[in-house]
């Protein structure tokens, strides 16, 4: 029997049948039928002296499939990270002028506005104070908060010392402490800001957003937009 009527009988046993039709597979793809008529091709021209083993002639046909499994997985991945830079553009675009609780330790005090933000307390406490330090560190204004139960609490701060009179408008420095369970603890703040514009960061960094004199700022470290 010649070779094309084991290949004929091969196909039948399997279910296979020849396609007539034009194949419109790429030339550098590898289907079913490819593999067969590998295998076939392999059988008979091997020296039946030397024949390769199965588990050799069976290797050869996964690296041949594994590579083009990588080729279409590559194209998928290539396709979805285009549609989500898609996405993520189209949702920063909606970001500017929003304004958003970012987990921060600077806040902007505007000109004729207030410094606003939140402290993020784990369970009730007790004597929960909101420091605002100036550029060189020094104590400006304590907010004394007293007793607050577990959850979010806000806190604002429109300038005003204790003197009367008012601090410049500028980046001031913002940290919170309270007592837990017996014991001063630091506690984490979010501080309210407003986005001027963004950016589409490296791989790594993600979207940036860029907030109204306090910098950019991943939107990973954004809690909440409002």
């Known amino acids: 029997m ?21 194949d419109d597979r790429s030339s550098n793809e590898l289907a ?12 008979t021209h091997q020296d039946p002296f030397k024949p390769m083993e199965n ?20 194209d998928s991945f290539s396709t979805l990270s285009a549609s989500l830079t898609s996405n993520q553009a189209m949702q920063a675009g909606m970001m500017i002028d929003r304004e958003v609780l970012v ?20 369970s009730s406490a007790g004597n929960v104070i909101v420091s605002i330090k100036d550029q060189y560190g020094s104590l400006v204004k304590e ?9 979010q609490v806000a806190f604002g701060w429109d300038g005003a010392l204790d003197d009367g009179d008012y601090a410049p408008p ?7 402490e309270a007592v837990l369970d017996n014991e001063n603890t630091t506690l984490p703040v ?37």
């Open 2 to 22: 010649s070779v094309s009527g084991v290949t004929d009988d091969i196909y039948s046993k399997l279910g296979l049948g020849k396609n007539d039709k034009a």
């Open 32 to 43: 079913q039928e490819d593999f067969l008529k590998l295998m076939v091709t392999q059988l």
């Open 55 to 74: 588990g050799d002639f069976l290797a050869q046909i996964a690296q041949f499939s594994s590579v083009s499994g990588l080729d279409k997985l590559n």
């Open 103 to 122: 987990d921060m330790e600077l806040g902007l005090l505007p000109e004729g506005g207030m410094l606003t933000g939140m402290v993020d307390l784990p």
């Open 143 to 151: 907010i004394t908060m007293g007793t607050q139960a577990e959850g």
């Open 170 to 176: 500028g980046v001031y420095g913002i940290t919170a």
């Open 190 to 226: 979010l501080v309210q800001a407003r986005v001027e514009s963004v950016s589409m960061g490296s791989a790594q960094q993600g979207l940036m957003l860029n907030l109204d004199g306090l910098g950019s700022v991943a939107f990973s470290n954004v809690s909440e937009i409002r």
